[in-house]
C-alpha cells in the first residue's frame, strides 16, 4: 500500500477536500446562505478595519484632554461625547477596540497552538498522554482571573500579563478538543495502514492526524474569541491590563463607572462596543461551526 492510497482516507473525512465542505469557495457560498453569519461577518469586518484604519479615521487625538468640554453628550462634535477628562470617546473606542482585538486574537492563536500540539501529541503519544492531560488537568483548575492577578503581580499590569493569562487559559480547553478530535482519528484504519507501511511519525502527525483535526480546532477556537475578548475585558475592567492614558475598551468602561448617573456614556459605549464584538464573534462562530463540520454536511 502506497501513501497515495492512504490520502483517500484523508480525503474521505473531510482534510484536503478541495471541492468538498472545505474549500474556500464552498465554505463562502454556506456563509453567504446563512443571512446572520453574513450580517455578523460584515459588522466584524468593519469593525476590524476601523480598529485598523484608527489613526486615519480617529477625528481627534484619542489621549488629547480639553478640560472646558468634560463629560460632554453624544453631539455633531463628538459623536460618542466626550469623557471626564475632555477626550473623545469615539477616537478612544478606535484605539480601544484595537487593543482588545489584538488580546484576543494573540491569546487565541498562542494559545490555539500551544494547546492543538499537545493535544494532537498526547493522542499519538500514548506514553505522555497521561502526563500531558494531568497538565491539563492542572492548568483548568485555575480560573482566567486567577491567572490574570498571578501574571500582573509577576510583571505588573498591562497588555502584556493579560496576553500571557489568555494565552494560559486557552491552552487547556483546546488541548482537550484537540486530544478528542485526535483520538477519533487515532481509530481510522489509514492511520493503522500508515504506520504499516512504515510512514514517518512526522508524517503521519501532520499530514494524516493534524490535517483531519484542524477544522474541529478551527471551530473551537472561533467560539472561542469572543469568549477570551471578554475575558480580557474583564481582566482590564479590573486594572490587571491596559494602564492610563492606554485606550482599552474594558478600562474605559472602569474609567467610566464613577460617572454613570453624570454622563452614562462614558461606560455605556465602550461596553457596547465589547458586547457587539463578543455577539459577532460568537455568532460567526457557530456558523462556522455548522459549515466545517462534516457530520452536519448533506
Avoid at 12 to 35: M, V
Avoid at 55 to 65: N, Q, V
Avoid at 284 to 293: K, T
Wanted: hydrophobic share 55%.
Amino acid at each position: 500500500m502506497s501513501t497515495e492510497a492512504l490520502d483517500h482516507g484523508l480525503i474521505a473525512s473531510g482534510a484536503g477536500n478541495e471541492d468538498g465542505w472545505l474549500a474556500p469557495n464552498g465554505l463562502l457560498r454556506r456563509l453567504a446562505r446563512d443571512r446572520v453569519a453574513a450580517l455578523a461577518a460584515s459588522v466584524l469586518t468593519a469593525i476590524v478595519l476601523a480598529a485598523i484604519l484608527a489613526p486615519w479615521i480617529a477625528p481627534y487625538d484619542p489621549y488629547f484632554t480639553d478640560l472646558t468640554k468634560t463629560m460632554q453628550a453624544p453631539s455633531a462634535a463628538h459623536w460618542f461625547g466626550t469623557d471626564n477628562t475632555g477626550r473623545d470617546i469615539l477616537s478612544r473606542v478606535l484605539y480601544g477596540t484595537r487593543n482588545t482585538l489584538v488580546l484576543g486574537l494573540v491569546g487565541v492563536i498562542v494559545g490555539g497552538a500551544i494547546g492543538g500540539v499537545l493535544g494532537i501529541v498526547a493522542a499519538y503519544y500514548r506514553r505522555l498522554g497521561g502526563w500531558i492531560m494531568r497538565l491539563v488537568d492542572i492548568m483548568l483548575a485555575f480560573p482566567a482571573i486567577l491567572i490574570g492577578l498571578a501574571m500582573a503581580a509577576i510583571f505588573g499590569a498591562g497588555l502584556g500579563a493579560v496576553i500571557i493569562a489568555l494565552v494560559i487559559a486557552t491552552i487547556p480547553d483546546v488541548a482537550r478538543v484537540a486530544r478528542g478530535a485526535a483520538v477519533g482519528v487515532m481509530g481510522q484504519e489509514f492511520m493503522e495502514a500508515g504506520r504499516a507501511v512504515g510512514v514517518s511519525d512526522s508524517a503521519l502527525i501532520w499530514r494524516y492526524l493534524t490535517l483531519n483535526c484542524i477544522s474541529t480546532i478551527f471551530v473551537f477556537l472561533t467560539l472561542r474569541f469572543g469568549q477570551i475578548i471578554l475575558i480580557g475585558s474583564v481582566l482590564g475592567f479590573l486594572g490587571m491590563g491596559a494602564q492610563p492614558p492606554t485606550a482599552e475598551l474594558g478600562m474605559m468602561a472602569a474609567q467610566g463607572r464613577d460617572f454613570l448617573f453624570m454622563a452614562p456614556h462614558i461606560a455605556t459605549i465602550p461596553s457596547c462596543a465589547i458586547f457587539v464584538i463578543v455577539l459577532c464573534a460568537n455568532l460567526l462562530g457557530d456558523a462556522f461551526r455548522d459549515v466545517l463540520d462534516p457530520r452536519l454536511q448533506t
